[in-house]
């Protein structure tokens, strides 16, 4: 079953690519549209993360945030097959302006290395797919459940000549030698983390479960921290670029310390773009008194 799901994926992925990335937008913004209708899971998660990160927005504010959510999460997934099978000069024309970018260049020139906090957040694809045509870059993921789809993904994130880490201990020793080589290393850093490899700290407010890693590669390396995104444009127009800096407290060697100032540094980056946020994702499924959320 697996096997036969993952042509599925691979095929609807193709076909994706296809098209136009207004009509691929269009049809992934429909299925957004539907999920908010039909008030599904996707809808009730979504609208439970807004109500307790925005407690200060009126029930109508947040049943919009979270309409907009879901058609945005769905452009995303139209976006799939732009991302991962058009040639990497199509994808980057597709790049309308970049902002703060020096801020790269002036933490690379001081030889520490740079990790870039790339949050759920707008086309983090195309993001990464920037950063392998201007960085030699390494790039922390946890390989899908579908073996054949983790192929796929490997070989085109990869295609510029950015290397692929892991999430375990290989891909922590090839994080740790690309930051102690100067290089630049992405992560994602806004997924629960797992079992006993995390920390909570808040996040808009509300204690999250938050991953370790980061802030000990930072603490470690003495890394320069910036955070990253691609804006989705309105009309299909493409996307924008920001890169931020980081508070240096992300270096700190407290852990409660440095995981919280990694998440103030993705709030920071949500609350620029909040509706094309993957507010879909449980992001606060445990609980410190170990409960559970949804």
């Not at 994706?16 to 957004?32: E, I, S, T, V, Y």
């Amino acid at each position: 079953m697996k096997h036969l799901k993952g042509w599925l994926s691979v095929s609807v992925l193709w076909l994706l690519a296809l098209l136009p990335l207004k009509l691929a937008q269009r049809l992934g913004a429909g299925l957004g549209a539907r999920a908010y209708k039909k008030k599904g899971k996707s809808y009730n998660i979504t609208q439970l993360n807004i109500d307790l990160c925005f407690p200060e927005l009126t029930a109508d504010q947040k049943n919009e945030l979270a309409k907009a959510s879901l058609v945005e999460t769905g452009k995303m997934a139209g976006e799939l097959g732009m991302s991962w099978l058009w040639r990497s000069e199509r994808v980057m024309a597709k790049v309308r302006s970049v902002h703060g970018e020096e801020i790269m260049a002036e933490a690379l020139s001081q030889g520490r290395g740079v990790i870039v906090i790339g949050p759920h957040l707008g086309n983090w694809e195309v993001l990464g797919l920037y950063l392998s045509t201007r960085y030699k870059l390494t790039s922390m993921y946890r390989p899908p459940k579908i073996e054949l789809m983790g192929r796929l993904i490997r070989k085109k994130r990869a295609r510029l000549g950015a290397q692929l880490a892991p999430a375990n201990v290989k891909g922590v020793r090839m994080a740790m030698k690309a930051l102690r080589a100067g290089e630049v290393l992405g992560i994602l850093p806004d997924q629960e983390a797992d079992s006993g490899s995390g920390i909570f700290v808040p996040f808009f407010g509300q204690p999250a479960y938050t991953m370790k890693l980061l802030p000990q590669l930072a603490a470690q390396t003495g890394a320069v921290v910036v955070s990253a995104y691609a804006r989705r444009l309105p009309d299909a127009q493409g996307f924008e670029i920001f890169f931020h800096k980081a508070s240096e407290q992300i270096n700190e060697k407290d852990l409660q310390c440095s995981a919280a100032a990694m998440n103030a540094e993705v709030e920071y980056c949500v609350r620029q773009i909040p509706e094309q946020y993957q507010w879909e994702y449980k992001r606060f499924q445990h609980r410190p008194d170990g409960g559970r959320m949804y």
